[in-house]
Every structure is written in C-alpha cells, then in structure tokens.
T-cell receptor
Framework: AQKITQTQPGMFVQEKEAVTLDCTYD???????LFWYKQPSSGEMIFLIY??????QNATEGRYSLNFQKARKSANLVISASQLGDSAMYFC?????????????FGAGTRLFVKA | DTGVSQDPRHKITKRGQNVTFRCDPI?????LYWYRQTLGQGPEFLTY????????KSRLLSDRFSAERPKGSFSTLEIQRTEQGDSAMYLC??????????????FGSGTQLSVL
C-alpha cells in the first residue's frame, strides 16, 4: 500500500530564513509522482511543486525546491526566504500507478508559522 | 479560467438528514475528484470520475454516499442519513489528463459539513 508520512505537525521559521518540511513515502510502484500543496486558512489547496520518480534533477519553482532522495524515499520541501504569507498547512502527496489506483494520496500535513 | 467552484461553502444539518454538495470543475478538465478532510488531517480520497465514468471509489465511501457526474461536467456528492462522523470538509478537485504520473490537481474551497 502507498503511504505518505509527515512527521512535523508544526514548524516555526523566522521571516527571510529558509525552512525544510519533511516528507517520506512508501510505494512499490516503479513510477510515481510526488507533489507538495499549500493550504492557507481560506481552505483552498494550491499546487506548489512536482517531482517525477525518474527525474534526474530536483524540482524547483521559484522559492520552492524539492529535495528528492529516491533511495531514502524522501521528498522534502525547501522554502527559501520565508515570507509571512507562507504561513499555512503544507501537504506532501503522491500519485502511483496500478497499486495506487491512479489517485493522489496525501500526508497529514505540517503547519508552518512564519515569525516577523 | 474561473477555477473549481463548490456549493454550498457551509452546511449544517441534523443527524439523519440527507445532504447534497455540488462541484463545478474547470471547464476543460476531464477528471474530477472528491476528497474528505477532517481537522488536522490531510485529504482522504473518496472517489473520482473520468468524464462521466466513476472509475474508483474508496472503501471510505459507504452505501450512504453516492456521487454522480452526469454529463462529464459538474458533479454532485450526496450523503444519505447523515451521521455525526460525517462532519468534515468535502473537497472537490479537477485535473486535465496529461499523462502519468504528473497530474496537478486544482481544488475548490470545499464544503464544510457539520452534522448536529
């Protein structure tokens, strides 16, 4: 079975500093995708970044980068130069193939607090 | 692109009543997903449609739950004989099939259900 684990219920970071949100996953699928989504207090989930299991380079999108370590089955999100607006819930997610049934599954999330 | 729209935003009902939620996906998106999210947790997959076909249902979706997407456009999720355990945020997401495994989901703001 597929599983996403986020072990940090809450994280604090000082404005303008970098922060790493941890994510480990478990799957037996040879091909899969890893995603990070942000959920502000308004409730709407927003896609941040994607990493394919066969991608050779770590994904980057602006201030977001994904530290992908396939052998360790980890896909940590790095946010550089944190801003007050980054305060939100962050969810790691995965989409596998046959064993996952093509659906996206989510971890329990990490709440990030950015301090001024 | 007006985004994914969900209606209502909030629903309060008494135990035993039936409720129906509506989701309007982004118009050109052929896939539509329903998720349930309880406080402090990540979204849990309920069901998904490709066009009008319901291709997968979670075991979480008991016989009291039914979802439809009659013309491959909007979708409805009905819960019959609601129970207090059904209280949650119900999220709808849509996507455009672009090949596996990269499938970016676009979420609505959700319907918050409270069963008294």
């Amino acid at each position: 079975a597929q599983k996403i684990t986020q072990t940090q219920p809450g994280m604090f970071v000082q404005e303008k500093e970098a922060v790493t949100l941890d994510c480990t996953y478990d799957t037996s699928d040879p091909s899969y995708g890893l995603f990070w989504y942000k959920q502000p207090s308004s409730g709407e989930m927003i896609f941040l970044i994607y990493q394919g299991s066969y991608d050779q380079q770590n994904a980057t999108e602006g201030r977001y980068s994904l530290n992908f370590q396939k052998a360790r089955k980890s896909a940590n999100l790095v946010i550089s130069a944190s801003q007050l607006g980054d305060s939100a819930m962050y969810f790691c997610a995965m989409r596998g193939d046959n064993t996952g049934g093509f659906k996206t599954i989510f971890g329990a999330g990490t709440r990030l607090f950015v301090k001024a | 692109d007006t985004g994914v729209s969900q209606d209502p935003r909030h629903k309060i009902t008494k135990r035993g009543q039936n409720v129906t939620f509506r989701c309007d996906p982004i118009s050109e998106h052929n896939r539509l997903y329903w998720y349930r999210q309880t406080l402090g947790q990540g979204p849990e997959f309920l069901t998904y449609f490709q066009n009008e076909a319901q291709l997968e249902k979670s075991r979480l979706l008991s016989d009291r739950f039914s979802a439809e997407r009659p013309k491959g456009s909007f979708s409805t999720l009905e819960i019959q004989r609601t129970e207090q355990g059904d209280s949650a945020m119900y999220l709808c997401a849509s996507s455009l099939e672009q090949g596996f495994p990269n499938e970016k989901l676009f979420f609505g703001s959700g319907t918050q259900l409270s069963v008294l």
